[in-house]
């Protein structure tokens, strides 16, 4: 069965960086692209970025844009997210799934328990 495992979240302060770790598994990773989401407290799921599977061009939101940067290991079918300059408006449970298109549609309706980023000082 499908597994997500997010990891890597934390509080942190303002400007800093995190780096996420999403462990999967029960599916060809290679055969997937891969994407990180967020939800706030209060607010509608979101995407954040996706990679894709077949080396074409990166998704990001706009409001991460040259902050964050999403990658991926085949090897480990893992997939990263490595956060930098982080705001307080980042703070939220970030989950990863396996995108439909780039919107907040996923294959299936799984998530993981996701990992929880706070920044505040």
């Known amino acids: 069965q499908v597994q997500l495992v997010e990891s890597g979240g934390g509080l942190v302060q303002p400007g800093g960086s995190l780096r996420l770790s999403c462990a999967t598994s029960g599916f060809t990773f290679t055969s997937y692209p891969m994407g990180w989401y967020r939800q706030a407290p209060g607010k509608d799921r979101e995407l954040v970025a996706i990679?894709?599977?077949?080396?074409?061009?990166?998704t990001y939101t706009d409001s991460v844009k040259g902050r964050f940067t999403i990658s991926r290991d085949d090897v480990k079918n893992t997939v990263y997210l490595q956060m930098n300059a982080l705001k307080p408006e980042d703070s939220a449970t970030y989950y990863c799934?396996?995108?439909?298109?780039?919107?907040?549609?996923?294959?299936?309706?799984?998530w993981g328990k996701g990992t929880l980023v706070i920044v505040s000082s």
């Open positions: 799934n396996r995108p439909l298109g780039r919107g907040t549609r996923v294959l299936g309706q799984f």
């Open positions: 990679i894709p599977n077949d080396g074409s061009s990166h």
